[in-house]
């Protein structure tokens, strides 16, 4: 089964440090994408940052980078410096068969990360 | 900066009743989404929808959903017989085409209350 876990529920981070959020996914496809959106509490949904599972370096843009482990099926979110306005939920999500059929995005729980001064 | 627009952005109905939840997508977008999410909990795929048909539903989208590109800019999703457990925030999304990265970008979302 096709499936995405975020074992954190809630995560506090001090202003200005780093934090990683973790994501597991499941899957049986060789081709896969894997991305991470942020909903602050005003509910929107935020593209952050993508990572397709033939890329060789990690993604990153700006302050967000992907620490893709594909053999331990990981992409987990790394927020350097954060700031107050970083405070939201955070998906990881999968979109499977890249390529083929299908482009519905599978969604985790979510991780509701808040930044402290 | 194109964005996704949804209207309305809270709609309260009765059980029972039909609603259309509406969307425009982003202007040279092919692909079009509508996503759920029950409070407090995960975001669920319901549908995609190119080239004027459903490529793909999941369960959740069974007979009393339909969507519909009446024109060349809207996108609806319309829920007829509604049920308290419709009640959520419905969010449509598009991309340009598919492949690689080509992310979907969300709507504000639609919060609907059946009561």
């Known amino acids: 089964a096709q499936k995405i876990t975020q074992t954190q529920p809630g995560m506090f981070v001090q202003e200005k440090e780093a934090v990683t959020l973790d994501c597991t996914y499941d899957t049986s496809d060789q081709s896969y994408g894997l991305f991470w959106y942020k909903q602050p509490s005003s509910g929107e949904m935020i593209f952050l940052i993508y990572q397709g599972s033939y890329d060789e370096q990690n993604a990153t843009e700006g302050r967000y980078s992907l620490n893709f482990q594909k053999a331990r099926k990981s992409a987990n979110l790394v927020i350097s410096a954060s700031q107050l306005g970083d405070s939201a939920m955070y998906f990881c999500?999968?979109?499977?068969?890249?390529?083929?059929?299908?482009?519905?995005?599978?969604f985790g729980t979510g991780t509701l990360l808040a930044v402290q001064p | 900066e194109p964005e996704v627009t949804q209207t309305p952005s809270h709609q309260v109905t009765q059980m029972g009743q039909e609603v259309i939840l509406r969307c425009v997508p982003i202007s040279n977008h092919l692909y079009f989404y509508w996503y759920r999410q029950i409070l407090g909990q995960k975001v669920e795929f319901l549908v995609s929808f190119y080239n004027n048909e459903i490529s793909e539903k999941s369960e959740i989208f069974d007979d009393r959903f339909s969507v519909e590109r009446p024109d060349g800019s809207n996108f609806t999703l319309k829920i007829r017989s509604t049920k308290l457990e419709d009640s959520a925030m419905y969010f449509c999304?598009?991309?340009?085409?598919?492949?690689?990265?080509?992310?979907?970008?969300f709507g504000p979302g639609t919060r609907l209350t059946v009561t």
């Open positions: 999500a999968m979109r499977p068969q890249y390529g083929g059929a299908t482009n519905k995005l599978i």
């Open positions: 999304a598009s991309s340009h085409r598919t492949g690689r990265s080509h992310e979907q970008y």
